[in-house]
């Protein structure tokens, strides 16, 4: 069985994390490293997928400015979405050869990993048809965001956003994922108390393993 190499990094920046994913991606083009997932925390950021419209920010650059927001124009599909502590993002880089060839069989595994996930706190992940990533409440509020980007060589990078305990009032800054008529909600607000973090990313790594067919193994670093 392959295995998984697993970065926890806590809190990192978004560019931070992002060069970081490139310079994995390229490792893993050239064969240097196996399959590698990022597991962190963005401070808060509004980032742009390659169909964000600029009119999905809804709050003024002033607002932004007060409340420490940075915005970043990103290379990964989708729409807009929003990061902030207390999400759980993770950034597998994978070569997709390796799982299908196939990118959405490998953004329904990602969905299907979390809703897993879900799962074991005894809620209901569904997929809304049509639309990426996953939802409670019968599709009426989003806990979970995904947009992946696939290289030339067939490397992913970015991955999905699961709302742990977020300050959700930051996804009122924006139109989430271009979607008006549907809500945006967490862990902590579905079972009325978040559960630990780290459990949770245990559980995504547990979910995204079975699902793929790898092992996981902690970085060192």
């Given at each position: 069985m392959r295995t998984l190499t697993v970065y926890h990094l806590g809190h990192i920046d978004y560019t931070s994390a992002w060069e970081m994913q490139r310079r994995l991606a390229r490792q893993r083009s050239s064969g240097q490293i196996g399959d590698t997932i990022l597991l962190l925390e963005h401070p808060p950021t509004i980032?742009?997928?390659?169909?964000?419209?600029?009119?999905?920010?809804?709050?003024?650059?002033?607002?932004?400015?007060?409340?420490?927001?940075?915005?970043?124009?990103?290379?990964?599909?989708?729409?807009?979405?929003?990061?902030?502590?207390?999400?759980?993002?993770?950034?597998?880089?994978?070569?997709?050869?390796?799982?299908?060839?196939?990118?959405?069989?490998?953004?329904?595994?990602?969905?299907?990993?979390?809703?897993?996930?879900?799962?074991?706190?005894?809620?209901?992940?569904?997929?809304?048809?049509?639309?990426?990533?996953?939802?409670v409440r019968g599709g009426a509020a989003k806990i979970c965001a995904i947009g992946v980007k696939l290289s030339a060589s067939g490397v992913t990078t970015h991955g999905l956003a699961l709302n742990v305990d977020p300050d959700l009032s930051g996804f009122e800054l924006i139109v989430p994922c271009g979607i008006s008529d549907r809500g945006v909600t967490s862990l902590a607000v579905e079972l009325g108390k978040a559960p630990p973090m780290a459990e949770v990313a245990d559980r995504l790594i547990a979910s995204l393993c079975a699902i793929f067919d790898l092992r996981p193994v902690n970085a060192l670093s």
């Open positions: 980032t742009l997928g390659n169909k964000a419209r600029p009119e999905h920010i809804v709050a003024t650059p002033a607002e932004l400015a007060a409340r420490g927001v940075v915005v970043v124009q990103s290379d990964r599909g989708g729409e807009v979405t929003y990061h902030a502590p207390g999400q759980l993002v993770a950034y597998p880089i994978f070569k997709l050869s390796q799982h299908g060839s196939d990118v959405g069989r490998y953004v329904r595994g990602l969905e299907e990993s979390v809703i897993r996930v879900l799962a074991g706190y005894g809620l209901t992940g569904e997929r809304v048809n049509g639309l990426t990533g996953v939802w």
